[in-house]
């Protein structure tokens, strides 16, 4: 009988276990995410509550709660939350210094199962005058822009490579972006294409190695339009300038390659020009030479001097032939009174794929 007796007390403690054990708080919000709208940056810090209900068996505890960056913080009750019962959380955003849209979250934890909730708060701060010059510093009509001048630096032949500015919109109205491209090697792509007030788009310039027939420095421009969506601004018009150098990928040769290519010889690293006039046109030749096994390019001679300009008579030398390079100067489009730049031979010698020559002189 006393066996009988133990044996039911605990079955009685194996019912009752499970709704021990089981027991815990559920933490229900009313929202999750907030919306600030668009506001003004002097308005200052904007603040909201997320409530939330105890809707278990159990009691709440907000253990912390962590924002992802240092222009928000949370204010959270310390005290244990019944069942039942509400409480909230308070996010406060500060705007000073960011213009733009945002979103920002707040990870709040507790002890609960999923013990960690994300609240997020967004919103489109119209910064001042000061925070959107020292983030985007060039001006053109409704738009600012981060920049306006791009360097893609090298790129092999063949490969792409995507530069990219930021505009911002400081009128009043919706713009829209447009294109105005003449090259067939840059395809500009902007996200979004319509901006609100106060909004931010992000231009994309993808350039394209393998459709630029230009070896070396390719200096190009496209230009942004910006479009008032209800014509309460006029049109804002920028120039983008992106530079790239398209270079030879060489990096797939053999030695035995390499032993069999060309080689590019120019027969002086220098030219002089003793007596410079205004009004005349000065004029030298140098000869270049192929001095190794394979035929040899010429792929572009080219100077970033707007006073020089060089030219090569032939694009193919066979083994041992050479070619004739042309430079001339125009004295009226040199800065000072002494002339010291370079002009550039690209060829198909792995070994020294670009050979500098400098250019010099002086006015009579």
Known sequence: MLKLWHITIICC???????????????????????????????????????????????????????????????????????????????????????????????????????????????????SPESVSRYFPVSAGALQFTTLSMAAGDVKKGLLRNS?????????DTIVIT??????????????????????????????????????????YITILGTPLHGEAPTAQACANLIANVVEDFSMLSQEDLSNAPSCTIMQDRIVFDKLAVGTIAEQTLLIKNTGSSNLIVRRVMSLDKAVTAKCDKTLLKKGEQATITVKVNPAKIDGKILNTLFTVITNDPASPRTEVRVVGEFE
């Open 179 to 220: 294109f105005d491209n003449n090259t067939s090697h840059i395809t500009p792509h902007a996200v979004p294409d319509t901006i609100p007030p106060g909004g931010i788009s992000t231009m994309s310039f993808f350039f394209e190695s393998s459709r630029t027939p230009v070896w070396g420095i390719n200096d190009d």
């Open 13 to 127: 403690f194996a019912l009752l276990m499970p709704t021990v054990v089981n027991a815990q708080g559920v933490t229900t919000w009313q929202e999750t995410t907030h919306d600030f709208g668009t506001f003004h940056e002097s308005e200052g810090k904007k603040s909201c509550a997320f409530v939330f209900t105890n809707s278990g068996d159990s009691s709440i505890v907000v253990l912390r709660v962590q924002s992802t960056c240092g222009c928000t913080v949370a204010n959270y009750p310390t005290k244990a939350i019944a069942p039942g019962e509400k409480d909230s959380i308070t996010a406060t955003f500060t705007p000073t210094g960011r213009p733009g849209p945002f979103e920002k979250d707040v990870w709040v934890y507790t002890n609960t199962s999923p013990n960690r909730t994300r609240l997020t708060i967004k919103g489109v701060v119209v910064g």
């Open 164 to 172: 990219t500015v930021t505009a911002y919109n400081c009128s009043t």
